[in-house]
């Protein structure tokens, strides 16, 4: 099966930097790779992902960037705010069928004031 | 925008009890997802439907069992519950079995004593 390791598993960076978790996955049939915040006892919510037809994919200070060759992607934050603290999880599925999601370990970022 | 529901919202059972979770996707979102998370753990997939019928299968316990009914609502049937079964179980819908975004209901908080 499927297997998506990320590092690092905390980021601590200054407000106003910029912050970037690294993912790997180990299935080359898996062509989806969405990224979720979550905050401490609330749901995952989804705040970009992308697929393996595309390298790069820009949402305001979020970007995702995919290396379908490497299998790995990348979530980069720019001008990091207070509340952009939480722990962020990648994860990889084969985009369709209903599949489920294989996640990573998840990274807690922290922005420091 | 309407999210997806689950009820309850918490739960406390004995070793041993049944529980049933329910879940109530997105408007017109037609496949359900199953994850378990347990603390500081990252969510993992447990099943999933599409127009009522099992798509996929993770690591779901042979004591769990879930069925997707014709209003598009999903339960999830655990037996003989074990203090390992408590965590938070989140349902995620998604619109159409080819489309791969997954939205995550509040989950339900599991504690078995």
């Known amino acids: ?113 | 925008a309407a999210g997806v529901i689950q009820s309850p919202r918490h739960l406390i059972k004995e070793k041993r009890e049944t529980a049933t979770l329910k879940c109530y996707p997105i408007p017109r979102h037609d496949t359900v997802y199953w994850y378990q998370q347990g603390p500081g753990q990252d969510p993992q997939f447990l099943i999933s439907f599409y127009e009522k019928m099992q798509s996929d299968k993770g690591s779901i316990p042979d004591r769990f069992s879930a069925q997707q009914f014709s209003d598009y609502h999903s339960e999830l049937n655990m037996s003989s519950l074990e203090l390992g079964d408590s965590a938070l179980y989140f349902c995620a819908s998604s619109s159409g079995r080819w489309e791969a975004s997954q939205y995550f209901g509040p989950g339900t908080r599991l504690l078995v004593l």
């Open chain 1, 1 to 113: 099966g499927e297997n998506v390791e990320q590092h690092p598993s905390t980021l601590s960076v200054q407000e106003g930097d910029s912050a970037v978790i690294k993912c790997t996955y180990s299935d080359s049939a898996s062509n989806y790779f969405p990224w979720y915040k979550q905050e401490l006892g609330k749901r995952p919510q989804l705040i970009i992902d992308i697929r393996s037809n595309v390298g790069e994919k820009k949402d305001q200070r979020i970007a995702v960037t995919l290396n379908k060759t490497a299998k790995h992607f990348s979530l980069h934050i720019t001008e990091t705010q207070p509340e952009d603290s939480a722990v962020y999880f990648c994860a990889a599925s084969t985009g369709g069928g209903a599949d489920g999601l294989t996640f990573g370990k998840g990274t807690h970022l922290i922005i420091q004031p």
